[in-house]
């Protein structure tokens, strides 16, 4: 099993999925987080037949992070409605390339999701079916100059690779990356959203994931009504020498 139970009780299941597992894929004979978690479910007994698995939130397949699921249907309601009233918190880490002049910003953008390309966009707030994008981020660390100038020789300028915290306000599909990248910051490793420059550092540095983790998740238990909060050290090298 691939994915790692960090809390399990009655209700919820707890878990670290790891980067380049789809959380669900209806891709046939592919494994993927909620099979591997109903699988745990079932070589345990604790269900008849195929046991019930409320998916609250997502991760891309190409990042690493917690999430929480729900074993029972009133569970995944209670849940859901926290992610509704913004009492599910999440924190990720993510490793970034610009020019960062504040250290710590809101971005607030709508954002357009086509589904025949599987990418968002940003577009004008009264867009059709545009949907309300906000995130907050601030500067953890940033790699020092001497090693930017190293390994970034082609007139990049001010730009550095940075470490950020980002805390989602809203959940939408690849709202981090898609705002980040609109911002000026795309994040190593993105190929569909990153720059030119982006996708060129992070082949020099072998960076075959998104360097995004989902690295904090904190929420209300519905079962016993206390706060709960994990946390996880992302596995990628390239976060190794930007978390002090």
Excluded at 88 to 95: A, D, E, H, N, T
Excluded at 96 to 106: A, S
Excluded at 166 to 176: E, F, K, M, Y
Excluded at 210 to 233: D, V
């Amino acid at each position: 099993m691939r994915i790692k139970i960090l809390y399990e009780d009655q209700s919820i299941i707890v878990v670290h999925k790891p980067p380049g597992l789809a959380t669900e894929t209806s891709k046939f004979g592919q494994i993927d987080m909620v099979s591997e978690i109903k699988n745990y479910i079932a070589s345990k007994g604790q269900s008849k037949g195929e046991p019930y698995l409320g998916l609250i939130h997502r991760l891309d397949q190409p990042v690493e992070g917690i999430l929480v699921v729900a074993k029972n249907q009133k569970v995944a309601r209670e849940l859901s409605q926290q992610i509704r009233n913004n009492l599910i918190k999440k924190y990720y880490y993510g490793v970034v390339f610009g020019n960062l002049k504040k250290d710590q910003e809101t971005l607030v953008d709508f954002l357009l999701k086509d589904s025949r390309s599987n990418l968002s966009k940003i577009v004008k707030e009264d867009t059709i079916d545009a949907k309300r994008a906000e995130l907050s981020y601030q500067i953890i660390s940033c790699e020092t100059e001497e090693r930017s100038n190293l390994e970034h020789k082609d007139n990049t300028g001010d730009k550095q690779v940075y470490l950020v915290e980002v805390q989602l306000v809203t959940g939408r599909h690849h709202q981090i990356r898609v705002q980040m990248s609109n911002a000026g910051i795309p994040l190593l490793g993105d190929l569909k959203y990153g720059s030119q420059e982006t996708i060129a550092i992070s082949e020099k540095r072998k960076i075959h994931n998104i360097a995004l983790c989902a690295y904090k998740l904190q929420f209300i238990n519905p079962a016993t009504n206390k706060k709960m909060e994990f946390k996880i050290e992302p596995s990628s090298e390239i976060f190794h020498n930007l978390i002090s």
